[in-house]
């Protein structure tokens, strides 16, 4: 690179940026972050809602501080084209809200069931079942693991993403797995509503639930230790489950879900574990195509994405 620094030309693409500069001028051995920060300072906009790509090949110009600008190809007087991404909200931030509702959503139903269902006693309203309490103490066992994993374990690759995302991405666990599942099995005509009558299913869900709970909890921890801490970097998962499949902690997801279905024998578990797998194996199959192109022979390829044997 030109000890005399480097130019960049920019267009717009897509969404426009309002005040975006025709021109940016970098020093040298400057690093793709410092793209964003030049862009961003003239036109008085958040880096996280530029999209930056090369005018040559479309490629994306990554926002990394470690990434050098020779690396990606950009040269002096290269074009480069930027979109607006949009409003912004942190993944983090995602993860806590679309959670937290079916967090809340099952315990304030199963406490309110005197005044949501009608008795179907004249005397009196009956006590959940054992079955009914275990549901729960299931489903929000499973969606607190989720909070706290997101506070203490997960690192994001991205920083954020659009907000209209938080609305989808709720929808889909406050509704779907909150209201959804909540209202009809603790139902008191629920098929949970009495007595266990099958213990054999019951020990099985359970044992499903908290071996896939504890399997996804530590692929977790493997993909954590990938990335340092506020770092971007990525690398080939090892460990429990990825001779397997591409995504065992999608793996070990539904098994945890299977383990509830299980238990709460509701065609409403069933509906949100068909949504999930289906969702799961589109993620699934997106990160098996990524690794192969990321890492090329360093990656074993793996025929099954999400579930051995079958997809």
Known sequence: MSSQG?????????NPV???????????????????????SKAGISIYRLRVTKGSDGALVPNSKDLPLEKTGLLDQSTIYV?????????RTVYLVEYVGALLIHPLIYLLRPYIYASPSPTSFPAPSSLQTLSLALITGHFLKRELETLFVHRFSAATMPVRNIFKNSFY??????LNIAYWIYRPTATIASEDCNMVLTALGVFFYVAGELGNFNTHLALMNLRSSGGTERGIPKGWGFKLVTSPNYMFELAAWVGILMVTRSWSTLIFDALAFGQMAIWARQRETRYRREFGDKYKRKRYVILPGIY
């Open 6 to 14: 480097i130019s960049l030309t920019i267009r717009p693409r897509g």
């Open 18 to 40: 309002k005040k975006l500069p025709e021109e940016v001028s970098l020093p040298p051995n400057s690093k793709g972050s410092q793209v964003y920060d030049a862009i961003a």
């Open 83 to 91: 979109k607006d991404l949009g409003p912004q909200v942190g993944w």
């Open 173 to 178: 666990y406050w509704i779907v797995s909150g």
